[in-house]
């Protein structure tokens, strides 16, 4: 007799399935439009293909394409796989490696032959031209399980000594699987974990390009051989990708780098990889921007701190920075270097300070000075703090990943009872900094304990709890907030909210955060005096609004395209004569902006006034005052807004000075 097997679907139902049945079947048996739309199976949790056979009772959903995170990852796997294939196709001798899917795409990384030396861009579109005949073929995507020597063997006959080197290396007890293309004997073949899509037709081939190629070393380790990564973005239908091609467009048009030369805000060298070379007009909208954090964190009862650089390294050891975080630190030795020719310039045995990649330990240390008692409590310790972390060249980008960094870091020492209230009060203010600030969504993500973390378990369901109960309290776990739980992506000392801004052209980005610590109190031996007259410790929160200034800045950049509100904007109004007659006027206009406070330039230069206004659009100087023999005599000037399409405005110089002194009121200064 057949064996039945249980499977659970997710409305409640079971279906007795024989043994040897695949997920394929139940949605067959449900209905040919679910048989069409399925792409795969969740069984037990666990993402399988849809033609894997079940091995016993099981729960089941089908992932369709309106599971599109799900859905888009297996597409992307796929079409790195059929990727592979292309090239192996068209390049013989060719060894394959890795192809991931990536954030909006796949790639695959190749071992040209010395013939062929790396790819070019010029040949992706023969490439892609290959990767539609396979899709159009409709091949399976079939899974064998193999033993570890037999997979060696294989990849050793057919010269692919990456993948035969990689094969050893599965941990042991791991099931190893290939992944096959095609049913016939000899067709195409990769070691993969899998899941894959049931065939090569499920991919919609007009929804895929790829984009660029470039090197990559072999298990990102530069003392290894060179590889050739191609890259490409794919999606599950043609829409998808026109939007996304759209989108990379603007973001390109966008691009805080260049917009950051074309308005002289910064620059880098590689004199100092990943610090920033601030520009006066830069610096001007940093100035701003933290004058305007500060002004909010005074009035929300914060106090400010300024703390040191560099601290000994068993100050480290002591917070377990030193143990997790070493490899990101810029270590220091103690010590004057040699001037002496011949002498080494650093004798090596000097004690070791690092440079604070965080504040958190620095803060704990000006909080245990004296005694607390629980009625200073919560302390609401303030620092825009200045750090160092020391990421790989490569993984730095602009301004927007950097090594030196200041960040709007704050830690709320409070007790336990005060936690939520302080929670609240954060969600409130940072709602309302990012209103001021332009952005008028963003997400609310609640990430929870990751397998490696210091802590009870107990510590950290109550750290959870206490989080998930402040979001509800400030009425933001909802889904116009996006608020959803990340399983493991918590730090390892605490659980964090992340909030993600939304910019203009729908790009996320994730810059606030606020963590309940009980960690660090607790290794740097923090306490206050309770009610009780006993010690008691507090909790920790970690928090910041805008995350850093750089960062932030970039993503201002992007999200206005350079078109900062008037009171971010470094340059506020340009006064651009029309005639020479009209040059001592134009330096009164501009002298008595200066004087409203409104930060003013002058463009007396003998130039066309229509190229001067496009120099100061290209500049993205939001207002440009005209002023020719006309309006000196009248004592008016021409208003021309950026952007704007309507003609220019004539008013009187006072009026002018009157409306614009109010506009450049920041929006926490508003009285309106
Ligand atoms: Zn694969
Ligand atoms: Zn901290």
Excluded at 81 to 88: D, K, P, R, S
Excluded at 192 to 219: E, I, Q
Excluded at 350 to 370: D, R, S, T, Y
Excluded at 381 to 402: D, K, S
Aim: net charge negative.
């Amino acid at each position: 007799m057949t064996k039945m097997f249980k499977i659970a679907l997710p409305d409640g139902s079971v279906k007795e399935m024989p043994e040897g049945s695949t997920p394929a079947d139940v949605a067959a048996a449900i209905g040919p439009g679910l048989a069409r739309a399925a792409l795969a199976a969740r069984v037990n949790g666990e993402v399988r293909d849809i033609t894997r056979p079940f091995e016993g009772d099981v729960e089941l959903a089908l992932i369709t394409s309106r599971d599109e995170k799900e859905a888009l990852e297996l597409v992307r796997h796929d079409y790195a796989h059929v990727l592979a294939e292309a090239v192996q196709n068209l390049y013989p001798g060719t060894q394959i490696t890795f192809g991931p899917a990536t954030e909006d795409g796949f790639y695959y990384d190749f071992a040209p032959t010395a013939e062929h030396g790396p790819f070019t861009e010029e040949e992706l579109p023969r490439i892609e031209q290959e990767m539609r005949r396979i899709i159009a073929a409709d091949k399976p995507l079939v899974r064998e399980v193999w033993t570890r020597e037999e997979v060696r063997g294989f990849f050793d006959r057919q010269g692919e000594a990456f993948k035969a080197e990689w094969v050893m290396e599965l941990p042991e007890g791991e099931t190893i699987t290939m992944y096959r293309t095609g049913d016939a004997e000899g067709s195409w073949i990769d070691l993969c974990r899998g899941p894959h899509l049931a065939s090569t037709g499920k991919l919609d081939p007009n929804a895929f390009k790829l984009t660029r190629v470039s090197g990559a070393y072999w298990r990102g380790d530069p003392k290894n051989p060179m590889l050739s990564r191609i890259y490409g973005t794919a999606w599950l239908n043609r829409k998808q990708l026109d939007e996304y091609l759209v989108r990379l467009e603007e973001a390109g048009k966008r691009d805080h780098r260049k917009i950051g030369q074309e308005m002289d805000l910064f620059h880098l060298q590689a004199e100092a990889h990943g610090s920033v070379f601030w520009h006066p007009k830069g610096y001007r909208i940093w100035r701003e921007l933290e004058a305007y954090m500060r002004r909010r964190l005074d009035s929300a009862g914060y106090v400010e701190v300024k703390t040191p650089q560099l601290m000994d390294a068993r100050q480290w050891e002591k917070s377990g920075h030193w143990g997790k975080y070493r490899e990101n630190m810029f270590v220091v030795p103690d010590e004057i270097p040699s001037t002496q020719d011949d002498a080494p310039i650093l004798s090596g045995d000097a004690e070791l300070m690092a440079l604070k990649p965080m504040n958190c330990p620095a803060h704990v240390l000006i909080f245990k000075q004296g005694i607390t008692s629980y009625r200073d409590l919560p302390i609401r310790m303030a620092e825009f703090g200045c750090c160092h972390r020391n990421e790989p060249h490569g993984a730095l980008h602009g301004i927007l990943r950097v090594r030196q960094f200041t960040q709007d870091d704050a830690h709320i020492f409070a007790s336990e009872d005060q936690l939520i209230d302080e929670i609240v009060d954060f969600c409130d203010l940072l709602d309302s900094v990012y209103k001021d600030l332009g952005f008028d969504s963003y997400a609310i993500k609640l990430a929870l304990r990751p397998d490696q973390r210091y802590g009870s378990d107990e510590e950290w369901d109550r750290a959870e709890q206490v989080l998930r109960e402040a979001v509800a309290k400030a009425g933001r776990n909802t889904s116009e907030f996006g608020w959803e739980e990340l399983p493991g992506e918590g730090a390892f000392y605490a659980p964090k909210l992340e909030f993600h801004l939304t910019d203009a052209i729908g790009r996320t980005w994730q810059v606030g955060t606020i963590q309940a610590d009980t960690v660090l109190p607790e290794r740097l031996d923090a306490t206050y005096i309770g009610e009780d007259g006993q010690k008691h410790r507090p909790v920790m929160l970690h928090r910041a609004i805008i995350g850093t200034f750089e960062r932030f800045i970039g993503i201002l950049i992007e999200h206005f395209a350079g078109k900062f509100p008037l009171w971010l904007a470094p340059v506020q109004a340009v006064v651009a004569t029309i005639v020479s007659e009209a040059d001592a006027y134009a330096l009164e206009v501009a002298s008595k902006f200066a004087a409203a406070g409104i930060r003013t330039e002058t463009d007396l230069r003998n130039e066309k006034i229509n190229y001067k206004v496009r120099e100061h659009s290209l500049a993205k100087v939001p207002l440009l005052l005209v002023v020719g023999k006309r309006e000196a005599e009248e004592r008016t000037v021409a208003l021309r807004r950026l952007g704007s399409e309507e003609r220019q405005l004539v008013m009187s110089l006072e009026e002018a000075v009157a409306m614009i002194r109010d506009e450049a009121v920041p929006p926490d200064l508003r009285t309106d």
